[in-house]
T-cell receptor, first 118, second 113 residues
Framework: AQSVSQHNHHVILSEAASLELGCNYS??????LFWYVQYPGQHLQLLLK??????LVKGIKGFEAEFIKSKFSFNLRKPSVQWSDTAEYFC????????????????FGKGTKLSVKP | NAGVTQTPKFRILKIGQSMTLQCTQD?????MYWYRQDPGMGLKLIYY???????DKGEVPNGYNVSRSTTEDFPLRLELAAPSQTSVYFC????????????FGPGTRLTVL
């Protein structure tokens, strides 16, 4: 079965610090990868996604993520965080090849809370 | 476009009561999903639907039921509420499963006492 691991439960940074949130998945086949963000009291919104092609993906608000197939990783990065980036971040994966059944559904990690101190 | 809407926003139930969480999307998406979110546990899929009249179980379906009579609506039913169902419930939809960018509703915070 697929699973997604986000190793950091809570990350605390000061403004302007650089951010890297880890995401590893367990699935041997071709996958689609996503990062979602949930701002306090709000619903999940898509930050960025990877389907194929350039493994370095740029998303909204200056976020980017790098897909490293050999490491089964899709880490999220931002060079300089702002107080407004305080949120919970979720990595998610689904199978890119098997559709019409449960394998096409997203599997979410447990999330990483990011607190940015002003 | 309103996107994905959910009602109610908050609800408190007593043990054994029943209720329906409503979810509507106006994007003509085929796929709809119900998740529950518990602190530190991420999102767990309860049920999903690939189109009107077709539903299937997700990871944590026990204690819940769904129906999908129209493309737009995907209600989630709790028949006998239990404290373990205290959670935040999110409905989501997507146009197709392959690229599966899901759009989420604002959530329903449910407390069972």
């Amino acid at each position: 079965a697929q699973s997604v691991s986000q190793h950091n439960h809570h990350v605390i940074l000061s403004e302007a610090a650089s951010l890297e949130l880890g995401c590893n998945y367990s699935y041997g086949g071709t996958v689609n990868l996503f990062w979602y963000v949930q701002y306090p009291g709000q619903h999940l919104q898509l930050l960025l996604k990877y389907f194929s092609g350039d493994p370095l993906v740029k998303g909204i608000k200056g976020f980017e993520a790098e897909f490293i197939k050999s490491k089964f990783s899709f880490n999220l990065r931002k060079p300089s965080v702002q107080w407004s980036d305080t949120a919970e971040y979720f990595c998610a994966v689904n199978s890119a090849l098997n559709y019409g059944g449960s394998q096409g559904n997203l599997i979410f990690g447990k999330g990483t809370k990011l607190s940015v101190k002003p | 476009n309103a996107g994905v809407t959910q009602t109610p926003k908050f609800r408190i139930l007593k043990i054994g009561q029943s209720m329906t969480l409503q979810c509507t999307q106006d994007m003509n998406h085929n796929y709809m999903y119900w998740y529950r979110q518990d602190p530190g546990m991420g999102l767990k899929l309860i049920y999903y639907s690939v189109g009107a009249g077709i539903t299937d179980k997700g990871e944590v379906p026990n204690g819940y039921n769904v129906s999908r009579s129209t493309t737009e609506d995907f209600p989630l039913r709790l028949e006998l509420a239990a404290p373990s169902q205290t959670s935040v419930y999110f409905c989501a939809s997507s146009y197709q499963q392959k690229y599966n960018e899901q759009f989420f509703g604002p959530g329903t915070r449910l407390t069972v006492l």
